[in-house]
């Protein structure tokens, strides 16, 4: 086929080319655009696995700590660190980096999404435990399958999230007095970077969403055939999670303020609103980098989770789509 004509499809159907690209290698099609519920189970049991190692390492643990223990296998089979090294290395990335609740909530967010514009969660259900046409369950969702319904999810969940690392970071630099977790420049550079991608590009999936469902009927009539879920629980969702933010912002509880010496000699003091278990502190001022200093309060933990659990469900239930009619009436 001539690229023009390639071109000219991919322009008419950008997701139709997607879905039905020749990606076959040896009998096996690496195409999984054109596989979205088989996406969609992977990552649930994806999410139920971090659930899982979330529950088992703790409630702060993150996968941080099996993969630098993993770092240092070859080296403890050669007998050059010892077990409780290697015990030492999980216990100390404890509660740091990426923790296992942020896979477990993104990774639920995208199955959910995914599964409610393919064939409705309550079909779902029904229809795991194979009573679907028993009960008289209807498909529920909208039909969107393959790379649209996988897009769709994607971008939903990646602009949950970049929103949310956004609200954290200029929170961080704000109530703590670190510039350099804001800054365009160092190691934040590939961070401020990642979650602006994140957050535009999600974004323009979610504008997309929005013209998608507008379609031309006979060619003449402009018709809705979905639109977004701004119900009274969306509001609801969106008055707690405002709420939850104020209440890390302003935390009632107590606080364990702690002070870093500084390499010019200063002392820097955490501050006593928006408190953190991890504080990434510049001990050289301008250097652009931090060092971890680790404050265990699970109270604390538990408020950043929930943070991040009300926003996410937010975006979640406004991209529940719902469906209408001809009318323009649900």
Same mark, same amino acid.
């Given at each position: 086929m001539h690229v023009s004509e390639k071109w000219r499809q991919y322009y008419q159907d950008p997701f139709g080319f997607v879905d039905n690209l020749d990606l076959h290698v040896r009998g096996l099609n690496f195409n999984f655009f054109s596989r979205?519920?088989?996406?969609?189970r992977n990552m649930l049991v994806f999410s139920l696995a971090m659930g899982v190692l979330w529950a088992v390492c703790g409630f702060d643990s993150s996968p941080a700590q099996l993969i630098h223990v993993l770092y240092q296998l070859p080296a403890y089979f050669q007998g050059q660190v010892s077990l409780a090294d290697l015990g030492q290395t999980y216990s100390g990335f404890y509660g740091k980096e990426m923790h296992f609740s942020a896979f477990v909530i993104y990774g639920l967010? #995208?199955?959910?999404?995914?599964?409610?514009?393919?064939?409705g969660l309550r079909y779902w259900w029904a229809n795991l435990w194979g009573h679907a046409d028993a009960l008289g369950v209807d498909p529920g969702g909208l039909g969107i399958t393959k790379s649209k319904n996988i897009v769709f999810a994607t971008c939903l969940t990646l602009l949950a999230g970049g929103i949310f690392e956004f609200f954290w970071i200029y929170?961080?630099?704000?109530?703590?007095?670190?510039?350099?977790?804001?800054a365009f420049q160092g190691p934040q550079?590939?961070?401020i970077t990642q979650n602006i991608v994140f957050a535009f590009g999600g974004g323009l999936g979610v504008f997309y969403m929005w013209a998608d469902g507008y379609v031309l009927e006979n060619e003449?009539?402009?018709?809705?055939?979905?639109?977004f879920n701004w119900s009274r629980a969306t509001w609801v969702l969106i008055g707690l999670t405002v709420g939850s933010i104020v209440l890390w912002w302003f935390y009632p509880g107590p606080v364990q303020q702690i002070s870093v010496v500084l390499n010019n000699g200063q002392v820097w003091?955490?501050?006593?609103? #928006?408190?953190?278990?991890?504080?990434?502190?510049?001990?050289?001022?301008?250097?652009?980098?931090?060092?971890? #200093?680790?404050?265990?309060?699970?109270?604390?933990?538990?408020?950043n989770t929930l943070v991040k659990i009300l926003l996410t469900l937010c975006f979640t239930w406004v991209g529940m789509l719902k469906k209408v009619e001809k009318n323009g009436k649900l």
């Open positions: 979205s519920r088989k996406v969609a967010m #995208f199955w959910a999404l995914s599964v409610h514009m393919d064939q929170s961080f630099v704000y109530f703590h007095g670190q510039p350099w977790v804001g550079l590939g961070i003449v009539n402009l018709r809705r055939r979905w639109r003091q955490s501050g006593r609103f #928006f408190p953190q278990t991890l504080y990434t502190v510049e001990l050289t001022p301008g250097a652009g980098s931090g060092t971890w #200093f680790y404050v265990p309060d699970d109270w604390i933990h538990g408020l």
